[in-house]
């Protein structure tokens, strides 16, 4: 039995609690707090986190596994941050040793001081996609994916929304919205899900928010979290109350679950406070004025204002999306060579010659290696590239991955703000970059393509070579060691055959 999983599928309005696993919290305190929200009505499972904000914490597969011997179903953050392939599979075949099967795929927060880059091998779409494979070979998964609808930057929301249908398709069971205070961007996401046919359950994040969270989140931090100024100058004069504020924030916090239930999510994900007689509180606060909810939408919605209106961008509003892209000069004369030169999906002639070229140059390291420097030459003053070896700047409207920090191939992560990057705030994300290119080429929903893993052994390698010879990952080619062969090292390794 999986209780959140059986929940889900019956239906319904249910809640779930975050449990940070922060270092400074003992673990049994952990457990006994875990066990205690696990006992109020309606909760159906606990979600661990893992190294949340890019803080030190936990390990959350441990937590997670104390928190399931007492008798609570826990959501386990899974995510990409310094790990590769093979250290993810074998912390999910862990997982799946343990018998925790919920499992909440993302890709992970930047390290917080890290002297050097950390390792980002696979995004939360890759993630997912693996997830899948192994849940094809018999461990029984259910994955949840994280979506913020709260982005108010043409770019930026688009792209949440055409990852989340990545998500989906490649495995995602079901969502859990990014933190924010907008009422008009919970209906956003319901109203998008509805009509792209998206038959998949979706939590609405409710945070409980004290007055210094709301000062950090209103400066964006820690990434992915968003506090207007007009909501921090409320949260500012609630906190003047003898209480310091505690009874408006529970209040707002069970006016948005009541808000949640009318919109007809499947459900409410509780954070910033733990304490299992408040969200109890919450709960029950929230099913008695839940007939109410239109009233609170209409006071709970914190976007961007001007003159008192919404000045952020709205999907389903069209006078808020940008004016009309205009494609560039390269990526125009690179989609015309493309037309001219058309090699790269299609095997004719041209492509055939050019691979016995490639095969003549790659059996003489010398001359390979001077194709590399050339290429090397050329792509990165134009597109600041790393020389990965597995070239997709055809597939991500020429913006080089490997200028994202994070090297992510589908998409923006959620830690954006205004269109700006997590890790340089000072810079704008790269894929507002992609979006815009493909907008004005009128390609947006090739964003949806899935783009596997790059293949970490051609580092340094021409990606010319490596595509005509078939070595590189890019969309339909895989050439990544599939999942079963990685289960089967792994195995070896742990009987210490290998």
């Known amino acids: 039995m999986n209780p959140l999983k059986d929940a889900l599928a019956a239906g319904g309005f249910h809640y779930m609690v975050e449990l940070v696993a922060s270092a400074k919290t003992p673990e049994e305190k952990l457990f006994q ?61 862990e997982l799946n040793a343990l018998g925790i099967e919920n499992v909440f795929a993302i890709t992970g927060d930047y390290p917080l001081g890290a002297e050097t880059a950390p390792l980002f091998a696979m995004d939360s779409v890759q993630l997912i996609e693996m997830i899948s494979e192994l849940r094809a ?41 990014q933190l924010g205070y907008d009422s008009l ?70 006016r ?3 808000i949640l239930r009318g919109m007809n999510y499947s459900g409410a994900y509780l954070g910033g406070n733990d304490n299992p007689e408040r969200i109890a509180w919450i709960i029950r606060r929230s099913e008695e004025i839940a007939d109410n909810w239109q009233e609170y939408a209409k006071e709970e919605s914190y976007g961007p204002r001007e003159k008192g209106k919404p000045a952020g961008f709205y999907f389903f509003d069209r006078h808020s999306y ?8 390269i990526p125009a004369l690179l989609d015309t060579m493309a037309k001219m030169f058309p090699v790269k999906h299609e095997h004719n002639g041209l492509r055939g010659a050019l691979t016995s070229v490639m095969k003549w140059v790659d059996e003489r390291p010398t001359m390979a290696h001077t194709l590399e420097k050339l290429e090397l030459a050329i792509k990165e003053p134009m597109f600041g590239c790393k020389a990965c070896g597995n070239c997709v700047l055809g597939e991500m409207e020429y913006v080089c991955p490997m200028t ?94 290998g």
């Open 256 to 258: 948005t679950v009541a």
């Open 322 to 329: 940008n004016q009309q892209k205009t494609k560039g000069a």
């Open 137 to 177: 070979q018999g461990m029984p998964f259910h994955v949840s994916c994280a979506v913020s609808p709260f982005k108010y930057v043409e770019a930026d929301c688009v792209y949440q929304y055409l990852k989340l249908e990545k998500k989906f398709k490649a495995g995602a069971d079901f969502a859990i919205t």
């Open 185 to 254: 961007k919970f209906a956003e996401l319901r109203r998008y899900m509805d009509e792209k046919g998206l038959d998949k359950p979706v939590f609405g994040n409710v945070y409980v928010l004290p007055t210094g969270a709301a000062r950090k989140f209103n400066k964006g931090e820690p990434p992915g979290c968003w506090v207007s100024n007009e909501l921090l100058a409320r949260i500012q004069e609630e906190a003047k109350a003898e209480d310091k504020g505690m009874a408006a924030r529970l209040e707002r916090a069970a």
């Open 404 to 497: 994202c920090p994070k090297n992510l191939r589908n998409g923006p992560c959620g830690g954006t703000l205004m269109g700006m990057c997590e890790v340089l705030p000072d810079k704008p994300c790269i894929w507002v970059k992609v979006y815009d290119n493909a907008s004005a080429a009128g390609r947006v929903e090739g964003l949806k393509l899935f783009i596997p893993p790059r293949n970490p052994d051609l580092q340094g390698t021409s990606s010319f070579i490596n595509l005509f010879l078939e070595r590189d990952s890019r969309p339909g080619h895989d050439t990544n060691p599939p999942v079963s062969e990685l289960v089967q090292i792994t195995a070896a390794a742990t009987k210490g055959e």
């Open 33 to 93: 707090t875990a066990s205690d929200l696990g006992a109020i009505p309606g909760v159906i499972g606990v979600s661990v986190t893992s190294y949340a904000g890019g803080s030190a914490g936990h390990d959350p597969v441990r937590v997670g596994t104390g928190v399931k011997a007492r008798g609570v179903t826990p959501n386990v953050h899974v995510t990409c941050v310094n790990k590769d392939r093979t250290t993810i599979l074998r912390q999910l075949e």
